[in-house]
């Protein structure tokens, strides 16, 4: 399938809607477009672009203006940015008016958070997250909050209480997921930048699959304060953006030490746009590449997409590094062992006795308990309960969640080992382009195999970035590098460099253009 | 068939911190609306973390310097999972196999010794952890409640070894546990009110056999007296058992304070797993011998060092001794005497003696509630020791100060209780009752001592007990000796 694509040469090109942050920054310090406009345009495109699911929810200007998501305009009656002098992204202006969106697992204050899921359908937190803090008091615009699947267990968005979201490249197709509707937001046109949250690829995998740029960055780096966990020890919250130097302006807002979150990192957050943009060209830069990465199982379209990355690079100065990560060909395993004894905790306590859904009748607690919990979690998530809760069960939990924890630091070890030789690791994010609709719901296990290149950064905790790197059969291809911990500049400024001289990330959707 | 019992205790006491274990709402809920007292934190809403309060783990720590123990390098939190309305997360945050403190060990009486003798009982761990809220249900039992105001106070669980052998040792194993936590100042201690509560594991098996018998878990004793009865009931209960020759099976009973008797709650079959597994949301901490260093600084005397002070340097008997050092404020109050009244007897008479008292009578058991302080009693002692007032005024100060906290001087002038000590003032009243009791005078001629006895009394009741007794007394012989010369 070819021709289900639009390519801008540059932003001029481009519609207000497709264009980077940064270039709308741009804008909106010069003028161009007033903070009004800009929402209006961003509505229109939301409800234009209903049908592919996206949002769980959409919060209208009123609203927004009401409870202050809307801030840097209000100063202004006209409706014009009041700041007269740019705002770089050092300042924590940086996203005034510019609409973002966030992912629905991320607790907003006032506003239904449901994680997708049926058990907290109508539950409305009491406090914002911190990432939202950050992002209001950067400015932001938070639009509307973005559909996913149930409590971010699943690749494709199909878990959903509320309906799959649909990829805009092909919508028989997945958007891919957990963080589907973000992925979708943002190479929708319906946002300039959305939250996820990553526990084994839930933001790349979708970038991928979606053709726009997705990061986990170092796990502590961004506070899971107010993210409804899944698995606490390998969330990360991450941004979804157009291009690495929006990324590194996401990051400039949400990143830092948070002593709300006692994992968060009080290693000192730099803020990174202005070193990206102002990076120079590398040069003597190591990019490890796994051999086995890129032979059987990987489509052969996305293997010669990446390949062409891999060449690029050496182009662009870089050495190629040939390593081995030989652990990592239990991350699936131990990844679904950790992941769900922690899920199966960390959900214990949608309970229906404080909040959400809560069954209508029952005899006892016990039947209140089964009833709401059967009724208000879905199949995966049940799934996932049970194989966590026995993972952890007397006399199972040596065998399994404890030799899982050692498998991981011998994860972690290897990744340690590889970055002492090279700076950069690159792969392939999926094996695949995104499936069809129904293609992996009835396997489970072939679904969880679409995480196989994402899931060691979430358990050896190191930043992660997916980028475009072409397309195959007309699907977006995904590039992913992953740094050492804290090493989110390195990661950006490889990216940077790689978009100067490629057009992927210049690429949308042909169905959504307009 | 004689039967040894065999006691172990688990003890949770609720930490006296300003706030909660892992939010900043008050840790003091008692009294306050239904859910008036939580955040989004300790109600566990979607997204939630806990930050831990390092004001427990100082505390658990200095418990642990208090009791004895080893303080771990490292230590770490795990997540105890179970399903209960009143646990708002569906798990509980304590410590499952790095606990913070372990080895440590309490003295107590040995209760099997013939004579009074010290014996150590073991603590095998102390761990910090979260309290639940409270389940309450409807009268109709239509409907039940949770109040989580308590959820997320800090507990401490102080496991002792199965050392104990009687339930008078349980006893006093608690006794001595709360004296050494109120002394260190880290909780109320009131099983009244649950700021202390205790499980017993209790087993039997045939005195001499090494090998432990099937323990049962008692839960819900709600006083010192109500654990010592339960123990006592369970013993007797497990021993008919045994002699009628059953098995004893492994269970959680309840005691049932009004019946005296222990019911059961669960089989072991239907026990909880909890599926521990390390709290991910909170890193292990690690503690520096600085650390530990600091917080041993600040540990005060405690009870066992103060009963060897007062033996061995003040010279007090052990009974006095052990009631002045197991109280913690009575203790207090008895140190600072000390530090200006060498008259550590006469201190330690009036302290457990009328002061206790009069305390009774205020049914209270802390001092410093009272108006009596150190300076009162001392200066008391003072003006006793150079005959200033007899020991029947100084009760009648002391009654004043209770009901005054008035400084001794002013309770003195505004009473008139100064002793006489004016020779001619004496010698007046002491003609007088001559002169007015000429059959005793009689009687002390004939060689009745006792009369003199008698006519000291007169003197004392005409001058309302303010005279100095000594002196009466050298007066009136020395009066009488001329009558008789005479």
Known sequence: MTGNFIEYSNYEQMPLHFKPAHEIRRMLDSKEISPAELRAHIAGRIKKYERLNAFLSVIPDAITSEIGFVSASKTDNAGRAAASVPVSAADNRYWSDIPVALKDNIATKGIKTTAGSKILENHTPIYDAAVVKKLKKSGAVIIGKTNMDEFAMG???????????????????????????????????????????????????????????????????????????????????????????????????????????????????????????????????????????????????????????????????????????????????????????????????????????????????????????????????????????????????????????????????????????????????????????????????????????????????????????????????????????????????????????????????????? | MNYEAVIGLEVHVQL??????????????????????????????????????????????????????????????????????????????????????????????????????????????????????????????????????????????????????SAVEAKEYLEKLKVILKYINVSDCNMEDGSLRCDANVSIRPAGQLKLGTKVEIKNMNSFRGVQKAIEFEIERQTKLSEAGSKIIQETRLYDEAKGITLTMRKKEEAFDYRYFPEPDLPPYDITIEEVNAIKATLPELADAKFERYTRDMLLGDYDAALIANNPPIAAFFDECVKTCNNYKALTNWLLGDIAKKMNELSTADIFTTKIRPQHLVQILNLIDNQTISGKIAKTIIDEVFSTGDCVDAIIERLGLIQISDNSLILTVINEVITENPKSINDFLEGKQAAAGFLVGQIMKKTKGKANPKIVNEMLYAELAKLKKA
């Open chain 2, 16 to 165: 006296s911190t300003d706030t909660k274990i892992f939010c900043s709402c008050s840790a003091r809920y008692s009294g306050n609306e239904p859910n008036s007292n939580v955040c989004e934190i300790c109600s566990g809403q979607p997204g939630v973390l806990p930050v831990l309060n390092k004001e427990v783990l100082k505390r658990a720590v200095k418990t642990g310097l208090a009791l004895n123990c080893t303080i771990a390098k490292r230590t770490k939190f795990d997540r105890k999972n179970y399903f209960y309305p009143d646990l708002p997360k569906g798990y509980q945050v304590s410590q499952f196999d790095m606990p913070i403190c372990e080895n440590g060990s309490i003295i107590v009486n040995d209760s099997r010794a013939e004579v009074k003798k010290d014996k150590k009982i073991g603590i095998t761990r102390i761990h910090m952890e979260e309290d639940a809220g409270k389940n309450t249900h409807d009268t109709a039992g239509i409907h039940s409640f949770v109040d989580y105001n308590r959820a997320g106070v800090p507990l401490l669980e102080i496991v002792s070894e199965p050392d104990m052998h």
């Open chain 1, 155 to 514: 690749s494709s968005t199909e878990n959903s209480a509320f309906g799959a979201t649909l990829n805009p490249w092909d919508t028989t197709c997945v958007p891919g997921g957990s963080s589907g509707g973000s992925a979708v937001a943002v190479a929708g046109g319906m946002a300039y930048m959305a939250l996820g949250s990553d526990t084994g690829g839930s933001i790349r995998q979708p970038a991928a699959l979606c053709g726009v740029c997705g990061m986990k960055p170092t796990y502590g780096r961004v506070s899971r304060c107010g993210l409804i966990a899944f698995a606490s020890s390998l969330d990360q919250i991450g941004p979804f953006t157009r291009d690495a130097l929006d990324m590194a302006s996401a990051l400039d807002a949400i990143c830092g030490h948070d002593p709300a979150d006692s994992t968060s990192s009080d290693i000192k957050f730099e803020p990174l746009f202005d070193q990206i943009k102002n990076s120079a060209d590398f040069s003597k830069l190591k990019i490890g590449i796994v051999d086995d990465y890129f032979g059987e199982g990987v489509d052969s379209g996305v293997t010669l997409q990446v390949q062409a990355a891999v060449d690029q690079f050496k182009k662009m100065g870089a050495e190629i590094i040939s390593i081995k990560l030989p652990h990592t060909q239990y991350a699936i395993p131990v990844y679904y062992l950790i992941a769900t004894a922690e899920a199966s905790s960390n959900l214990a306590r949608f309970d229906g006795v404080k909040y959400g859904f809560r069954a209508p009748e029952f005899k006892n607690l016990k039947e209140m308990y089964m009833k709401t919990r059967d009724a208000g979690f879905g199949a995966e998530v049940k799934r996932r309960i049970i194989l966590g809760t026995y993972a952890l069960s007397s006399g199972y939990y040596d065998a399994y969640y404890k030799t899982a924890q050692k498998a991981r630091t011998k994860i972690k070890e290897d990744f340690q080992a590889a970055f002492a030789k090279v700076d950069l690791i690159l792969s392939p994010v999926t094996p695949a382009t995104a499936f069809k609709f129904g293609e992996k719901t009835a396997d489970p296990l072939a679904m969880y195999m679409s995480d196989i290149f994402t899931i060691s950064a979430n358990l050896a905790s190191i930043p992660a970035l997916s980028i475009p790197c072409g397309l195959s059969d007309g699907m977006p291809v995904g590039l992913q590098l992953s740094a050492n911990y804290f090493q989110e500049k390195l990661l950006l400024a490889a990216a940077y460099q790689y978009q100067k001289h490629t057009v992927h990330h210049m690429r949308f959707a042909a169905g959504c253009s307009l």
